[in-house]
Every structure is written in structure tokens, then in C-alpha cells.
């Protein structure tokens, strides 16, 4: 009887379920903002808690056949709620890459969340439309993931692990990765190979530089917030790309978000 209730559509939205459950959990447990709704304002008392809560909730509720509908529906439309109200207002005042990299974190797990939502509710924004809004959407977010990696080239080229040789050289390759693949995913043009290689480079991101990082200890604060953030954004990734399922690695489209998809000639 449980396993029948659970509702499971594929190995990226159960990685991505888990996710926001431990995000939930980690925000309960500290009584703070998990890394990823950093930095913002700590005017409000209680909201971290209520962030948390939500996260956790809508995480076991989208494996859930009863509630998989609705928890989608309020997951993405609160990550869209805090894009447009905390993370926009936030770039317009303070045009800086901290700024856009916080927006970003945000804008791939609203894109993920729309998956979500296009797969299990109805409505507004859903069907292959709302696909296509939420792919752009996670698009976008990747470029200037990209362009953080040569802004800052030094922090960038530190991180790479001693073992591989040419530091400069896979900073700027993984920068220049997130810039096409973004721009892949935008235009349509072999949109699944390039969110499917973004989603695998976040991941070795996770693997290579992260983990390695928190297994030699003692950690900082900031090597906590970049795992637990690489690890969501990982999760978020690979939602989106498990929403081409059933279309060709190479097809070649062109993503128009007020008509169908049209082949490229």
C-alpha cells in the first residue's frame, strides 16, 4: 500500500525530492537560512523556519500520488514568489556577480520545481509551454554561473583539484561549459546533450572539489554553504534534464516560447 501511494517518476525527482528534504531538515535543525536562500534580509522573524518547513513538506509531498499535484504547485510558485521579490530587487540594487549567483541558485531549483509542476498538476504554465519556460529559466541561470568563473579566475583556478594539471585552463573551459550549455538550453539547439552535460558538470563540481574538500576537514562555513549548495543546485540540474526524456540527444530546435518548437533546416 505504500509503495503504491509513492509516486516516483524518475531516479532525478527522487534525488531532488531527497534534497529538499534535507534542506528542510537543515534549516529546522539550525533555525537559519540553508545556504541556498543566501544572502537575504533577516528581517522577518520566523521566516527561515517557515522556509524550511515548506521545503520539507513539499519534498515528501511531490513523492506523494495524493499530494504530488499540490505540493508542486505551491514549491513553484514559491521559489518564483522569492525570485521575483527577494533575488530581483536584490541584482537591481547591487548589479554584482554575488548578487546574480544568489539569484541563480534560486532560479535553478524554480526551474526544477516547474518540471514538477508541468509533470503532476495542471493549469497555468504547465504542458510542453511550461516546459519550455522552465528550461529557459535554468538556461539563464547557467550563463552567469559561467561568467562567475572569469570574474573570479583566481578564487576559480584554486579549487581545482592538485592532481590535474592546467588550473587556468579547466577554470576557464568549465566557465566557458556553463555559458554554451546555457545558451544550448535557451535556443533549443541540442538543448538535452547541453543540460544533461550541465547537470553532469555540477555534479563533478560536487564529486572533484566539494566532497574531497569536506573529507580532509576541518571545514568552514563557506565550504559547508558550497557543498550543500553544489549539492542542490546537482539535484535541480538534473530535474531539468530529465524533462527531455523521449527526445534525441541531437535535435536541433529552436525555442520559441509563444509557438510550437520549430527544426532547425
Known amino acids: 500500500m505504500v509503495a503504491s501511494a ?6 532525478g525527482h527522487a534525488v531532488f525530492a531527497a534534497t529538499l528534504i534535507a534542506l528542510g531538515i537543515i534549516g529546522l535543525m539550525n533555525g537559519d537560512y540553508a545556504a541556498i536562500w543566501q544572502p537575504i534580509p533577516k528581517a522577518v522573524p520566523g521566516l527561515a523556519y517557515l522556509c524550511s518547513f515548506i521545503f520539507l513538506v513539499c519534498g515528501i509531498g511531490v513523492l506523494w500520488q495524493s499530494a504530488a499535484a499540490v505540493a508542486a504547485r505551491v514549491l513553484a510558485g514559491y521559489l518564483l514568489l522569492w525570485l521575483l521579490v527577494v533575488r530581483v530587487p536584490g541584482i537591481l540594487l547591487a548589479p554584482n556577480v554575488e548578487y546574480w549567483w544568489a539569484a541563480c541558485k534560486i532560479a535553478v531549483m ?5 518540471v514538477l509542476y508541468v509533470w503532476f498538476a ?16 535554468y538556461g539563464v541561470a547557467l550563463i552567469p554561473f559561467g561568467v562567475a568563473h572569469f570574474v573570479y579566475l583566481k578564487n576559480t583556478v584554486s579549487l581545482v583539484p592538485g592532481w590535474l594539471p592546467w588550473h587556468e585552463f579547466w577554470a576557464y573551459f568549465t566557465g566557458w561549459a ?4 546555457g545558451v544550448g538550453v535557451i535556443t533549443g539547439v541540442y538543448g538535452r546533450l547541453a543540460a544533461a552535460l550541465s547537470a553532469f558538470e555540477i555534479g563533478m ?3 572533484l572539489v566539494w566532497l574531497p574538500i569536506m573529507a580532509a576537514g576541518p571545514r568552514s562555513s563557506f565550504q559547508w554553504s558550497e557543498t550543500i549548495v553544489t549539492v542542490a543546485l546537482t539535484a535541480g540540474a538534473w530535474m531539468v534534464a530529465d524533462s527531455y526524456r523521449g527526445e534525441a540527444w541531437l535535435e536541433r530546435r529552436r525555442t520559441l516560447l509563444w509557438n510550437k518548437w520549430q527544426p532547425l533546416p
Do not use: D, T
Not at 6 to 11: E, L, P
Not at 178 to 181: C, G, K, N, Q
Open 6 to 11: 509513492m509516486r516516483i517518476a524518475s531516479v
Open 205 to 207: 563540481f560536487m564529486l
Open 178 to 181: 556553463f555559458v554554451v550549455a
Open 122 to 137: 495542471a493549469g497555468f504554465g504547465s504542458g510542453e509551454k511550461g516546459l519550455r519556460i522552465a528550461r529557459v529559466l
Open 110 to 114: 524554480a526551474a526544477a520545481a516547474w
